[in-house]
C-alpha cells in the first residue's frame, strides 16, 4: 500500500487547495478574488480579473486533483503553472532560500507534483481506479512542460496587455486636469493625510 504518497498528497494538495480558497473566497485570511486582482495588477499579469480567477482556480481545483489522486498530470501541470509564475514575477529577485522571500519553497512544491505524477498517485487514488497507479516520465514531463508552457503564456499576455509607464502616466494627468474640483479634492485629501 502506499501510505506514503497518500500522506504526502493530501498534505501538499491540502495546502494548495487552502491557497487556492484564500484567492477565490478569501478564506483562511486570504485576500479573496478582489484582493487577488490587484496583486495581479502590481504584478502586470493583465487582465488581472482573469489571472486572478486562473490562479485560485489552479490552486483549488489543481491542488483537489492532487490530494484525492485525480487527474495527477493535469494537477500537476496546474500547479507548476502557478509555482513558476510565482517564482518569476514574485520570488527570482529575492534569491534562492525561502528566508529571505525566494523561490526554494516555490521549486519544491513544483518537484513534489512532478515526482507524484511520474511515480504516480499510488494505489489510494481516484487514478489507481481508471488503472493509473502510476503514469510514468513521460507524463512527468507533460506536467513539468505545460505548466511552464502556460506560466510563459501568462506572463507574455499579461506583459503585452500593460501599457508603457508614459502612457499611464498620462492617464493620470488627464484625469486630474480634466476636472478642476476632482483635482481639488484629491489634493485636499493628500493635505488632509
Known sequence: MDFGKLVVRLVVGGFFVGHGLQKLRGAFGGP???????????????????????????????????ALGAGTPFAAAALI??????????????????????WEYNAVLAAVVAGLT???????????LIGRKRWGLGWGLFAVAAGLAGSAAAIEVGRRLTPPADEVA??????????PDEGATAGSADAAI
Do not use: C, Y
Open 32 to 66: 479573496g478574488l478582489e484582493g487577488t486582482e490587484q496583486m495581479m495588477t502590481a504584478l502586470a499579469m493583465h487582465p488581472a480579473k482573469v489571472n486572478a480567477r486562473a490562479a485560485a482556480l489552479s490552486e483549488t481545483v489543481g491542488g483537489a486533483g492532487i
Open 118 to 128: 511520474n511515480d504516480g498517485p499510488g494505489d489510494l487514488s481516484l487514478d489507481a
Open 170 to 179: 498620462e492617464e493620470d494627468a488627464s484625469v486630474s486636469t480634466d476636472d
Open 81 to 102: 503553472g502557478t509555482m513558476a509564475t510565482a517564482v518569476r514575477k514574485v520570488h527570482f529577485k529575492n534569491g534562492l532560500w525561502n528566508s529571505g522571500g525566494g
